[in-house]
């Protein structure tokens, strides 16, 4: 097997693995996986508008638009005007959506500190150097 074909594999088992503990921790919050990314994205992020959201989801406004419908009725998310540009609206967190978010975020942090906790602080070092130059190619 060469180092691509193994690569490869590996690649796929790490986010089968990972897709598998995502849907684990999301099924107990009763909003979908999509819907916790959006969460998180608005997070991170800060409030953004739609276009700007749909980019960094990678998908259309279209579909976001009946993601953030759902969100915004379930009470995580509001819609708000664009004070820069009136024909525009954006998208933030409320409190309860900050609550899951931050809580989805936590959970993130406890598995990363368990993963990072099996490397030695050279192994590490390197992960932390590939993975934004795989992220950039992406």
């Known amino acids: 097997m060469d180092q691509i074909e193994r690569l490869a594999g590996?690649?796929?088992?790490?986010?089968?693995?990972?897709?598998?503990?995502?849907?684990?921790?999301?099924?107990?919050?009763?909003?979908?996986?999509?819907?916790?990314?959006t969460l998180e994205i608005l997070g991170a992020a800060g409030q953004l508008r739609m276009?700007?959201?749909?980019?960094?989801?990678?998908?259309?406004?279209?579909?976001l638009t009946v993601m953030v419908d759902r969100l915004v009725r379930a009470g995580l998310v509001a819609r708000q005007p664009n004070q820069e540009d009136r024909r525009s609206i954006r998208v933030a967190l409320t409190?309860?959506?900050?609550?899951?978010?931050?809580?989805?975020?936590?959970?993130?942090?406890?598995?990363?500190?368990?993963?990072?906790?099996?490397?030695?602080?050279?192994?590490?070092a390197a992960l932390l150097a590939i993975i934004p130059k795989l992220n950039a190619n992406f």
């Open 10 to 37: 590996l690649l796929v088992e790490f986010y089968e693995r990972f897709s598998s503990w995502e849907q684990g921790v999301v099924k107990e919050t009763g909003i979908t996986l999509p819907q916790m990314h």
């Open 51 to 63: 276009k700007e959201l749909a980019e960094k989801m990678g998908i259309t406004t279209g579909a």
């Open 95 to 124: 409190s309860e959506g900050e609550k899951y978010f931050l809580e989805h975020h936590q959970l993130h942090r406890q598995l990363t500190h368990e993963l990072a906790s099996a490397l030695e602080p050279e192994e590490l």
